[in-house]
């Protein structure tokens, strides 16, 4: 599944893009699941809820009020691993988007040779980034969460929480197979917790509180591998 968005004010201008992606995907024989926006504005205020929720955005330069540079500098202060990719029809703008790592330009009308490279390289690195982040399903929608932005993972029965700063995420699955897929850098503190290291302020009193000021409890059986093991963080950090 490959999960694109497409940004361009004329609703042409998207309906081409659009049908061009997914006769490509077609013959990859790859799943493709397209959001479309008609302003840079409605992009942010939607990508606000569903960080996460795209791997590739295709971007117009030439957007009215918010422009696409702009809009990609928001989108990527939000998500680091977001692909991105403008869409012009001036040849001046070549050199803008650097500065927000995108992966590449295309002259419109985009053409299908163009698309195809710049599948190939946003698959690449996605690929890469799969070491970043984590990738937790509910339902139909699959969220990439960057690693660095996870505090912990709390279990529920069937259910685990992915918890952010800024938003929750809830899949079914277990604990112990979260903790055995997303390495060293979680510290199993509780039956029920598996906290990000790198987000743990202290130690104290059976619980861990994080650089938020959040607390969750220490079990007794899980005391003296967790002080180890966040005193190594410490040490490595």
């Known amino acids: 599944m490959l999960r694109i968005g497409i940004c361009d004010d004329l609703a042409d201008a ?8 997914e006769r490509i995907l077609e013959n990859r024989r790859i799943q493709g699941q397209f ?10 205020r939607w990508y606000d809820h569903h960080i996460g929720e795209l791997d590739l955005i295709f971007l117009d330069m030439e957007l009215h009020e918010l422009d696409g540079m702009e809009t990609a500098r928001r989108l990527r ?11 012009t029809g001036y040849a001046d703008h070549v050199f803008d988007g650097y500065s927000v790592g995108a992966l590449g330009y295309l002259m419109k009308p985009p053409k299908q040779e163009q698309l195809e490279a710049v599948l190939d390289r946003a698959q690449g ?3 890469r980034e799969l070491d ?10 699959y969220y990439r969460v960057p690693i660095s932005n996870i505090l912990y993972f709390a279990s529920d029965r069937r ?4 918890v952010t700063e800024g938003r929750t995420y809830t899949f079914y699955g277990k604990l112990d197979a979260v903790a055995e897929e997303i390495g060293a850098a979680f510290v199993r503190v509780h039956q029920r917790y598996l906290v990000r290291a790198g987000a743990v302020d202290r130690m104290e009193s059976g619980e861990v509180i994080l650089r938020n000021g959040e607390r969750l409890p220490v079990s ?4 003296r591998s967790a002080l180890l093991a966040l005193a190594q963080a410490e040490l490595e950090g």
Not at 14 to 21: F, K, P
Not at 77 to 87: H, N, R, S
Not at 159 to 162: D, F, G, L, P, S
């Open 77 to 87: 202060a939000a998500d680091a691993g977001l692909q991105m990719v403008f869409v």
């Open 125 to 127: 690195a996605l690929v």
């Open 132 to 141: 970043r982040a984590y990738i937790c399903r509910n339902g139909d929608t």
């Open 220 to 223: 007794r059986s899980c005391q």
């Open 35 to 44: 959001f479309e926006f008609s302003s840079g504005e409605t992009l942010l």
């Open 14 to 21: 998207r309906l081409v893009l659009r049908s061009l992606l």
């Open 159 to 162: 259910q685990v929480q992915c």
